[in-house]
Nanobody, 123 residues
Framework: QVQVVESGGGVVQAGGSLRLSCIVSGRTAETYPMAWFRQAPGKNREFVAAISGRGQRTAYADSVKGRFTISRDGANNTQYLDMNSLKLEDTGIYYC????????????????WGQGTQVTVSS
């Protein structure tokens, strides 16, 4: 059974940085396309970033491009989301997801999800 566990969320001031981590167990993550999504209160879950199975390609939402970086450590079945220059609108629950479509941007393309980690950006 696949388990996906996020960590690293917290409260940070606008302009600050956070690193989110996601550990996958129960399958080999080395060739497992993964992504980050987020959900703000009262809004739909939205795509943030995706990384290909071997980490060679990435994709980002326009709202985070240039500020966030997705990466993965296949040997440790872990992926990361480095978030810099955080803005108030980055607040939300961040979810790690795994699927079988490279660089997909839709929720429906992913079938393994974590419980999420809260990120709150304060002014």
């Amino acid at each position: 059974q696949v388990q996906v566990v996020e960590s690293g969320g917290g409260v940070v001031q606008a302009g600050g940085s956070l690193r989110l981590s996601c550990i996958v167990s129960g399958r080999t993550a080395e060739t497992y396309p993964m992504a980050w999504f987020r959900q703000a209160p009262g809004k739909n879950r939205e795509f943030v970033a995706a990384i290909s199975g071997r980490g060679q390609r990435t994709a980002y939402a326009d709202s985070v491009k240039g500020r966030f970086t997705i990466s993965r450590d296949g040997a440790n079945n872990t992926q990361y989301l480095d978030m810099n220059s955080l803005k108030l609108e980055d607040t939300g629950i961040y979810y790690c997801a795994g699927g079988n479509l490279q660089l997909a941007r839709t929720v429906g393309a992913y079938y393994d999800w974590g419980q999420g980690t809260q990120v709150t950006v304060s002014s």
